[in-house]
C-alpha cells in the first residue's frame, strides 16, 4: 500500500514570510504523480500544485513551489509571501497509476498540516 | 467555485438510518470519485466511476453503495449508519480519469449520524 506522511501537524508564518510543508511518501513504483492540495475554513479542497514523477523540474505556480527529491521520496511545499488567505489545512497527495489497475487514479492523502499566517 | 455540485450541505440524522448523497460533476467530466474525511481516517478515497461504470474501489463499506446515472450525476447511498459514519464526504470529478487530469472537488457534505 502507498503511504503518505506529513510529520507537521500545525505550522504558522508571519505574513510575507516563506515557509515550508513536508511530505514523504513510501512506493516501489517509478511512475507516480505528487499533489498538494489546500482546504480553507470553508472545507472546499483546491489544488496548489501538482508533481509528475518523470519531470526532474520542480513545479512552480505562482507563490508556490515545491522540492521534489524522488530518491529520497520527499516531496515539500515552499509557499513565498505567505498572504493570510492562506491560512488553511495542506494536503500532500499521491497517484499510483498502476496501483488500482487501468483507469484507475485514486489519490492517497497525508493527515495533513494546518497552516496558519499571522499578521 | 470548482464546477462541483454537492447536496445536502449538511446532513443530521440517526444510526440506523439510510441516506443518500448526490453529486454532480464538471460539465464534461465523466469520471466521478466519492472520498470521506474523517477525523480518525483522514481523507479516504471510496470509489471511482466512469461513464456509469465502476471502477475502483477503496475503503468502502458494504453498507455504502454508490452508482453512477446515465446523466452523469452520482449517488453515494449510506445504509445503517453507526456513529462512526460523521464525516464530510466528497466528491470529485475529472474528464476521463487519467493521472494526467486534476480531481476537481466539490464542497462537500457534512454526515452528522447521532
Known amino acids: 500500500a502507498q503511504t503518505v506522511t506529513q510529520s507537521q501537524p500545525e505550522m504558522s508564518v508571519q505574513e510575507a514570510e516563506t515557509v515550508t510543508l513536508s511530505c514523504t511518501y513510501d512506493t516501489s513504483e517509478n511512475n507516480y504523480y505528487l499533489f498538494w492540495y489546500k482546504q480553507p475554513p470553508s472545507r472546499q479542497m483546491i489544488l496548489v500544485i501538482r508533481q509528475e514523477a518523470y519531470k526532474q523540474q520542480n513545479a512552480t505556480e505562482n507563490r508556490f513551489s515545491v522540492n521534489f527529491q524522488k530518491a529520497a521520496k520527499s516531496f515539500s511545499l515552499k509557499i513565498s509571501d505567505s498572504q493570510l488567505g492562506d491560512t488553511a489545512m495542506y494536503f500532500c497527495a499521491f497517484m499510483n497509476p498502476s496501483y488500482s489497475g487501468a483507469g484507475s487514479y485514486q489519490l492517497t492523502f497525508g493527515k495533513g498540516t494546518k497552516l496558519s499566517v499571522i499578521p | 467555485d470548482s464546477g462541483v455540485t454537492q447536496t445536502p450541505k449538511h446532513l443530521i440524522t440517526a444510526t440506523g438510518q439510510r441516506v443518500t448523497l448526490r453529486c454532480s460533476p464538471r460539465?464534461?467530466?465523466?469520471?466521478v470519485y466519492w472520498y470521506q474525511q474523517s477525523l480518525d481516517q483522514g481523507l479516504q478515497f471510496l470509489i471511482q466511476?466512469?461513464?456509469?461504470?465502476?471502477?475502483a474501489k477503496g475503503n468502502i463499506l458494504e453498507r455504502f453503495s454508490a452508482q453512477q446515472f446515465p446523466d452523469l450525476h452520482s449517488e453515494l447511498n449510506l445504509s445503517s449508519l453507526e456513529l462512526g459514519d460523521s464525516a464530510l464526504y466528497f466528491c470529485a470529478s475529472s474528464v476521463v480519469g487519467g493521472p494526467q487530469e486534476t480531481q476537481y472537488f466539490g464542497p462537500g457534505t457534512r454526515l452528522l449520524v447521532l
Open positions: 466511476y466512469y461513464n456509469g461504470e465502476e471502477r
Open positions: 460539465s464534461g467530466d465523466l469520471s
